[in-house]
T-cell receptor
């Protein structure tokens, strides 16, 4: 089936620095790319998303980039804070409504 | 606001047992999903349903059945639990079929098989 690759699986950064997570997808019909944050013991929650008609989107400290030609998209968290420590999942979907997730990145923001 | 309720929260089963997990949403969402979450493997799609009475296989459907009895509910059956299996099953829903929108997740059912 369709796959979404996500790297790195573990990411440790110093507080105040940037963190980047990269994903790639296979299905060229994918047109919606959400990012979810999952804190320990909690369910995943949407933090930002981007559609295929955009290349860049920013919400506060979160930036997502989409390169449709390369079938890659990425999440960048600027000025990381301890509260950003969590699991992050990328996902991709097309008009079939099938949402495929990446394998997740555990982000640890070190003081 | 709406809510997605998964029951039970914890499920302990025996090897070979048939186990059913239930999910209810009051968002009036069209599409519902079942994912399995294993450590280090992300969220893998088992089944999804675009609308009432619809059923679509995900990448991990073997060993599972699902049923969309009505718009608000989507149940998942583990047909034969595997010994020492441990995973979290997450149910999710999204608003309208054919338009990609965010998923809202339940809090999960934690399965342990003895």
């Amino acid at each position: 089936g369709e796959q979404v690759e996500q790297l790195p699986s573990i990411l440790r950064v110093q507080e105040g620095s940037s963190a980047s997570i990269n994903c790639s997808y296979e299905d060229s019909a994918s047109n919606y790319f959400p990012w979810y944050k999952q804190e320990p013991g909690e369910n995943p929650k949407l933090i930002i998303d981007i559609r295929s008609n955009m290349e860049r989107k920013q919400i506060q400290e979160l930036i997502v980039l989409l390169d449709k030609k390369a079938k890659r998209f990425s999440l960048h968290i600027t000025d990381t804070q301890p509260g950003d420590s969590a699991m992050y999942f990328c996902a991709a979907s097309s008009n079939t409504n099938k949402v495929v997730f990446g394998t997740g990145t555990r982000l640890q923001v070190l003081p | 606001g709406g809510i997605i309720t998964q029951t039970p929260k914890f499920l302990i089963g025996q090897e070979g047992q048939k186990l059913t997990l239930k999910c209810q949403q009051n968002f009036n969402h069209d599409t519902m999903y079942w994912y399995r979450q294993d450590s280090g493997k992300g969220l893998r799609l088992i089944y999804y349903s675009i609308t009432e009475n619809d059923l679509q296989k995900g990448d991990l459907s073997e060993g599972y059945d699902a049923s969309r009895e009505k718009k608000s509910s989507f149940s998942l059956t583990v047909t034969s639990a595997q010994k020492n299996e441990m995973a979290v099953f997450l149910c999710a829903s999204s608003i309208v079929a054919s338009i990609n929108e965010r998923l809202f997740f339940g809090h999960g059912t934690k399965l342990s098989v003895l």
